[in-house]
């Protein structure tokens, strides 16, 4: 057993080597010996002490440029910091060394860590993904350059996860948009990106959400837009279906949006495209305003001003007008829609009322049935007076 004084005694040793051998690396690090530095730098990173042979590596970089330990000072401490995690002074530093030194011996090896660096500060498919692009490009660069690598197969795999990665990214950019609300946005992304990457394996999902976002727009557009974008969600669906009929997925969905589109587009087909005609025209009127005031800065005599102020008068009564046909046509449609509806509970309560008496009628007629056949199958007895009695 170690008692408690031995523990003590071994524990001041270990940290009297250690303050050792920190004070012996900092003075290697704070003198003058170039060639001393170098042999420890070497030393420690075989040692796999990336952290101090770094660190050395740096401090006599400025003293061996040019020299011919500079090409391997520069790989072994891109190497060091590679290893230690930290790749973005790894990517630097591989770079600075395949721009250097095109024809080293290592240089095959530091193409494929500058690469790598990319690919290890590559982030999750939510973050921005300006690195994964940098691996992707370095790592064709490197195949362009060693087609013949032992390093092909591993890094077409590596490609190919990224490129996944890009291609998930994009797909949530667009699911994003109609999460937001922004259904207009969605749509444009989402085709954009379909245009942009055909093989995209979101493809599916995305034009199933081109769908639900036309109809989840219509459903929050006044009545002027909606009959468009009720019919651009049938086209939509119609897309899909055509690519994917066998999709269990998302056809359940799809086809209620279909049936509440086609149910708008039957029932206020006309009545939208009214509606649709009225907010151009109002649209119209009011740029006739805007080009009216804007002419107005360039015009000199009080004569052309009047013309010009009673042009835009008269386009504000026009406005009021469309609005106020507008809104009677609105309060027409409502008052129209409560009659169907009454007329529709009327006919429900009629069918209700209809289907009760039968069914309460119908055990009756079977009960009154059975009793006439029951008459008939069994004849009256005659009553026999007791003269006839007395005959017999």
Known sequence: MINSKHLLLILMI?????????SKFNALLKSDDVNAKYDEAMRLYHAKKYNKSAALCDNIMPNIVGTVREDTVLFF?????????DYAMAGEAMNAYRDRFTRSGFTEEAEFLYAMSFYKLSGLPENDQADTHKAIIAFNEYLNRYPNSIQVDYIHGLIGELTEKLYYKTYINAAMYHKWGRYNGAITSLLSAIKTNPEIPYR???TYLICKSWFDYAQN????RQLDRYLKTIDAY???ITQYPDNKQFRKDLDKMYAQAKEFTDKYGVRSMAAQENMTSINAHRDNIAQAREALFSVTTKKDRDVLNAKIKSEKVAIVAKKAEAHKAKKAAKVEDKLKKERT????DEVKISKKTKLTEAPNAQKKAKQEKKKIATPKRTKISKSEKSVQ
């Open 77 to 85: 401490m891109g190497k060091a910091y590679y290893n230690m995690r």
């Open 14 to 22: 270990c940290g009297t080597t250690l303050l050792g051998s920190c």
């Open 345 to 348: 509970d009327k006919t429900a």
């Open 204 to 206: 599916e999902e995305m």
């Open 238 to 240: 119609y897309n899909f």
């Open 221 to 224: 557009s006044i009545l002027a």
